[in-house]
């Protein structure tokens, strides 16, 4: 059984960092993409970017190139997402979801549970 | 770069049709996946390309995709529908998803 399990809320600084953990359970993160996806109070999905855990490459939305890196750490089936530089617009709910599909026409059929960030001075 | 357009709501009530619609110029030429979200909630498959349901989601889920417009059907609706629904589909130049803006659906 597939499960996908976050890292609990935080509070942060603006300024400050944050990293959130994806442990996957049930299957191997080195046979399926990951990607992050925030969800801000009243607003839509904003995806952020994924990571393949089975070479490490990733693609990063261009609105956060140079504050985000996602890594994967095969060892314990987990994901990571840090991000840097934090604003009181990154106060969101951040997703994991696991890729599925034929390549490029990938959808998200396992998400975690997701994990609130709020960014507040 | 595709913009998936959504209506912000649709209201129905319980035991009624809802439709959902997902607009872009030629969607149809893309797999067209779909999202449910409650409140506090994590988001859950329910329409993958076009309409192929995940196991688990009950068959009042289906989706459509023709021309210019997607559309996910929800029959015979309950309260327990009510959510936020996304359509979604994968941008190949790019290599990343696109969301739409998402609907609510309401249950009157």
């Known amino acids: 059984q597939v499960q996908v399990v976050q890292s609990g809320g935080e509070v942060k600084k603006p300024g400050a960092s944050v990293k959130v953990s994806c442990k996957a359970s049930g299957y191997t993160l080195t046979s399926y993409g990951i990607s992050w996806v925030r969800r801000a109070p009243g607003q839509g999905p904003e995806w952020m970017g994924w990571i393949s855990a089975y070479n490490g490459h990733t693609n990063y939305a261009q609105k956060f190139q140079g504050r985000v890196s996602m890594t994967t750490d095969t060892s314990t089936n987990t994901a990571y997402l840090e991000l840097r530089s934090l604003r009181s617009d990154d106060t969101a709910e951040y997703f994991c979801a696991r890729h599925q599909g034929d390549y490029g026409e990938y959808y998200f059929d396992h998400w975690g549970q997701g994990t609130l960030v709020t960014v507040s001075s | ?108």
């Open chain 2, 1 to 108: 770069s595709y913009v998936l357009t959504q209506p912000p709501s649709v209201s129905v009530a319980p035991g009624q049709t809802a439709r959902i619609t997902c607009g872009e110029n030629n969607i149809a030429s893309k797999s067209v996946h779909w999202y449910q979200q409650r409140p506090g909630q994590a988001p859950v498959l329910v329409v993958y390309d076009d309409s192929d349901r995940p196991s688990g989601i009950p068959a009042r889920f289906s989706g459509s995709n023709s021309g210019n417009t997607a559309t996910l059907t929800i029959s015979r609706v309950e309260t327990g529908d009510e959510a936020d629904y996304y359509c979604q589909v994968w941008e190949s130049g790019s290599d990343h998803p696109i969301f739409g803006g998402g609907t609510k659906l309401n249950v009157l």
